[in-house]
């Protein structure tokens, strides 16, 4: 299965994305991506998809294999649009505000092609950097950022369990809706690692009653079988991790994103409190369904 595009690829992408009726070909793959209709389409857009090799319109249309591929960052694109190219969350905590970053050196564990750190980008001034494991997300960094008209923030490959940084670099270490992919423990050890002293350590993301909550909700609706069994195969994995330190269910696919776990809060703070960074209840807040977790080092 491809995972990576090739130069000739690159450039193709690049141009369609600079390229006229762009928005509307982001806006088909994601539709398509999302199983939403696809709408009316014009013709410069089917010429574009079938021409970058992303869909086919034999019955209907329908994305190909490379289409699946480039419609994760695009889709994470297509919502940091929605949201005013802001960092999710940034309403609810000032924390989250650009302007608390500037000047500072910050790091995102998991980052995505960097929605975050091209909104830190575009509204203030520092040091972003973006750890990611997942080739397709960096490649289209430089790529939608053009698009943007922003220099490209630095995201380089990595994961969260070994991040690729000397001791003490970073002034905030941030990690957005990515922590549950992770080997949660030895992560924030790794965050706690590059962290400067007297900085600080945010994680976003869903934990256990959140994530229950939202279960509990889908189970009123009726969900598919699938749905079922990701659910309980996630709760599984999340007990196993609190209790034994491990996933008992492995993932079924190679993506870094196949066996999310969300522990509870409680487990969150015994295990930051473990690397030897000082929780800051003061700033522990929900941020929509997530919950916004820092801690600061000494
Ligand atoms: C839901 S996305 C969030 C992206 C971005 N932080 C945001 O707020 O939009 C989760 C990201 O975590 C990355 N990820 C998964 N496992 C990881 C790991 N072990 N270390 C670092 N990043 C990881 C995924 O590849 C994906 O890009």
């Not at 909104?119 to 490649?139: C, D, N, W």
């Not at 709760?235 to 870094?256: D, E």
Request: proline content about 5%; overall charge neutral; charged content about 20%.
């Amino acid at each position: 299965m491809q995972t990576t595009l090739n130069e000739a690829q690159i450039e193709e992408v690049r141009q369609a994305l600079l390229g006229p009726g762009s928005d509307e070909l982001i806006d088909f793959i994601v539709r398509l991506n999302l199983s939403l209709p696809a709408g009316e389409l014009s013709k410069t857009v089917m010429e574009a998809a079938s021409r970058l090799g992303w869909a086919t319109f034999d019955a209907k249309p329908q994305l190909s294999p490379l289409g699946w591929l480039v419609a994760d960052p695009l889709r994470e694109y297509r919502m940091w649009l929605d949201r005013d190219r802001r960092i999710h969350g940034e309403g609810d905590s000032a924390l989250l505000a650009p302007e608390s970053y500037a000047g500072k050196s910050v790091l995102e564990v998991g980052s995505g092609f960097g929605c975050n750190l091209l909104s830190l980008s575009r509204r203030t001034h520092g040091k972003f950097v973006g750890v990611e494991p997942m080739a397709i997300y960096r490649q289209f960094t430089p790529l939608l950022a053009e698009r943007e008209g922003v220099v490209a923030p630095e995201v380089v490959d990595g994961a969260g369990e070994a991040l690729p940084f000397a001791d003490r670099q970073f002034d905030i270490v941030l990690c957005y809706s990515a922590h549950q992919y992770m080997d949660i423990c030895k992560a924030l050890q790794e965050m706690a690692r590059v962290l400067k002293p007297g900085g600080q350590l945010q994680v976003i993301g869903g934990s256990l009653d959140s994530y229950s909550l939202g279960l509990g909700q889908n189970l009123i609706k009726r969900p598919s079988a699938s749905q079922l069994l990701n659910g309980a195969r996630t709760l599984i994995n999340t007990f196993s991790y609190q209790w034994l330190g491990r996933r008992m269910l492995l993932p079924s696919s190679a993506f870094a994103t196949a066996a999310p776990i969300y522990p509870s809060r409680k487990a969150m703070y015994r295990w930051i409190t473990s690397t030897g960074l000082t929780l800051r209840p003061d700033l522990i807040q929900r941020v929509g369904v997530e919950t916004c977790f820092v801690a600061d080092k000494s």
